[in-house]
């Protein structure tokens, strides 16, 4: 499974942007596609993910209500659009797959990567 993540920017306070990122390869109802995100000098954290059969979706409480994940099969593409965006959201942000079983929050149970997009919120 390759992925490629795209969509970042700059963006003021209160601003949105959409995040995309195309998966190519095989793809099963039963992976989750997440969305992570790592700021300078931090651990990469769950922002978001979905069951690529949309059967289950989840949230990290910093995002909730503000970010919405989506997926759209026929395009193999995953979605993230982020509303109302803070400082704090500033990131490079990172989509990837989990071919477990579980759906998973920790990046180490997520076993293909795309590169970053930045995202910048300016205050």
């Known amino acids: 499974v390759q992925l490629q993540a795209y969509g970042g920017g700059l963006v003021q306070a209160g601003g949105s942007l959409r995040l995309s990122c195309a998966a190519s390869g095989p793809i099963f109802s039963d992976y989750t596609l997440g969305w992570f995100r790592q700021a300078p000098g931090k651990e990469r954290e769950f922002a978001a993910g979905i069951r690529w059969s949309g059967t289950e979706s989840g949230y990290a409480d910093s995002v909730k209500g503000r970010f919405t994940i989506s997926r759209d099969n026929a395009e193999n593409t995953v979605y993230l659009q982020m509303n109302s965006l803070k400082p704090e959201d500033t990131s490079v942000y990172y989509c990837?797959?989990?071919?477990?079983?579980?759906?998973?929050?920790?990046?180490?149970?997520?076993?293909?990567w795309g590169q970053g997009t930045l995202v910048t919120v300016s205050s």
């Open positions: 990837a797959v989990s071919t477990r079983v579980i759906f998973p929050t920790t990046p180490s149970f997520y076993d293909y």
